[in-house]
DNA sequence: TTGATAGGCAAGCTTCCACTTGCCTATGGT
DNA sequence: ACCATAGGCAAGTGGAAGCTTGCCTATCAA
């Protein structure tokens, strides 16, 4: 849903994440944890980036891949190409709500 | 800046308002919350609506001319042109300015 | 001047969101 | 088997965001 990825691109660590797994993909959760950290500054529980990584993932924006005991997470662009689009182009037939 | 164009954009209510600014530009507040009503079905107080704009306009995403005892409000899609090409990749078929 | 229109300011309320805390399951190494 | 690692589930909390309500100012027309 387009809904959703406006919601989840409004947080900033939200962003933040994206960044980094834009720098770097397949990344598992305790490393985006580490790299939040030391590249960012942010200090956050591990639930907290879970569950940021449970709302990009509702939304499109990550996609997930289990491999034993590891989880890793890759960026998904797809749906951030249409959703700035939207006012940029007057006579576009846009129907969506 | 731009962090606040993202949170301006994660309220609903706030793109429909860019939805009838980009059909129809330089209008007041009482045309935005009778349009609102009758082509969205958004019963929203005046007050709801002017703070919404407030919101739009610090991001950058609405620019307010007054005139007489006439506010007009117009959009700027200025701020748009960047933030979704944060997390794309540079081949990316997006025009660059 | 009077009254109607267009808009602003500020307090209060309510709901949602980000974050934490504690405990749980599952996989893998030794 | 043991234990450390990687991750998940759920309840609870603080604060911000959205909306309303009431009152105020400014502009224009009669």
Redo the contacts between chains.
Sequence with gaps: MA?DV??A??D?TR?HI??EL?ERGGQTLFEICARLVTKHGLGLSRQAISQHLAVLESAGLVRTRRQGRYKFHD?N?EP??R??????R?DAP?ST?
Tied chains: 1, 2.
């Design positions: 809904e406006f919601k691109l409004a900033p962003r994206l960044d834009v960026l662009t951030l190409e959703i700035a689009t939207r006012w940029l007057p846009e709500p």
